[in-house]
């Protein structure tokens, strides 16, 4: 039998996973980088980090290993250190949220390092070097 391809518009699709995102309890702005850094990975070709993994998500949700609506802590902060502790949140949101304060500390210091635990992967780390 013939596999036919089938191309969505990835507009089309970061629009359709940032919606189950909502149905699962992420605020707007995370159901956003979700979807965004998911839909990255599948337009880069590494399929394997991209929207398949969407359902192991909503597993996680339902089972209660992730946290729709994390409180992100900073644990310990040095003037260019910083050790995350992303509340069992979206990998996603907790990466963007501690790359962007390492960005800050390398803007003050010359140099970021961020420890982020207590997360789901973040799954494509080059999303986080392009888009925060």
Not at 3 to 10: A, H, N, T
Not at 62 to 82: C, F, H, S, W, Y
Not at 97 to 120: H, P, Y
Request: hydrophobic share 45%; aromatic share 10%; glycine share 10%.
């Amino acid at each position: 039998m013939d596999q036919k391809e089938l191309y969505i518009d990835w507009r089309l699709l970061k629009e359709f996973v940032k919606q189950i995102y909502l149905k699962m309890g992420l605020p707007s702005e995370d159901a956003e980088t979700g979807a965004d850094s998911l839909v990255w990975a599948n337009l880069r070709g590494v399929d394997s980090h991209g929207v398949l993994r969407l359902q192991w998500f909503v597993h996680m949700v339902d089972n209660g290993q992730l946290n729709p609506r994390p409180n992100m802590k900073v644990l310990k902060e040095t003037p260019a250190i910083l050790f995350v502790d992303g509340d069992r949140g979206l990998g996603a949101v907790a990466a963007t949220f501690a790359m962007k304060r390492a960005m800050e500390k390398a803007k003050g210091v010359g140099i970021g390092w961020v420890l982020l635990t207590n997360s789901a992967t973040p799954l494509a780390i080059g999303y986080y070097n392009s888009s925060c």
